[in-house]
């Protein structure tokens, strides 16, 4: 938002920040692609139902994920997300709400990242990054009814929500839902492990998350 207010929200800033990012975080990213090949390398299938379901969810992961590659074609994104995602990129983020646009009180967030994305990649890396939002919080899921359940319950849980095609299809496009639905079901989360472990950091992010989707 401040880089666009200055006009100053161009590719050399932006790959700029982004690799300062990068570097700052690399003892966590080196630690997270470490346990996420130790996962991979002790995974195994128990029975032919676990095998059956992974490979549904592989089957969707890579329909969706070819999705992202399509040029944008849904109603809203050509309409008025593309073209926001445009203005913001190009430094001008005050001439979202101008005249004659019936967006104009809408929140912002996810086109201001998109914009972001957008000077570094193009559309392509705006449909990937809102994509990887949607599975960053399937594996979330999975994870929470593993624990809570069992194995099998956190696969079928991740296929029928594959199963439900217009919201992967609006997560796959210049759209905000797979955004909007990270940060609300994250709230959801964080207040129920408040409510469990009664630790008010846990009902601070819960906070966060909400009014990050209010944002969106």
Do not use: C
């Not at 990242?113 to 392509?124: H, Q, V």
């Amino acid at each position: 938002l401040v880089l666009s207010l200055l006009n100053i929200l161009n590719t050399v800033i932006i790959w700029s920040v982004a690799m300062l990012v990068l570097f700052i975080g690399r003892k966590k990213l080196l630690n997270l692609f470490i346990t996420i090949l130790f996962y991979l390398k002790n995974f195994r299938i128990n029975d032919f139902w676990e095998g059956l379901l992974l490979f549904l969810i592989a089957g969707g992961f890579f329909f969706y994920l070819i999705s992202t590659f399509l040029p944008p074609y849904l109603n809203d994104a050509i309409s008025y997300h593309i073209p926001d995602i445009i203005e913001i990129a190009n430094g001008n983020l005050l001439s979202i709400g101008g005249y004659g646009k019936w967006s104009t009180n809408m929140p912002i967030l996810m086109e201001t990242l998109y914009a972001w994305l957008y000077r570094m990649g193009g559309y392509n890396l705006v449909n990937i990054s809102h994509y990887q939002m949607v599975l960053l919080l399937l594996s979330t899921i999975y994870s929470i009814i593993k624990i809570e359940f069992n194995r099998l319950g956190g696969l079928l849980t991740v296929v029928f929500i594959f199963g439900i095609h217009a919201l992967l299809l609006h997560s796959v496009d210049s759209y905000i839902y797979g955004g909007l639905m990270t940060y609300e079901i994250t709230g959801i989360i964080l207040f129920l492990l408040w409510v469990k472990y009664r630790e008010n950091g846990w009902l601070m992010l819960s906070g966060v998350m909400f009014g990050l989707a209010l944002a969106s």
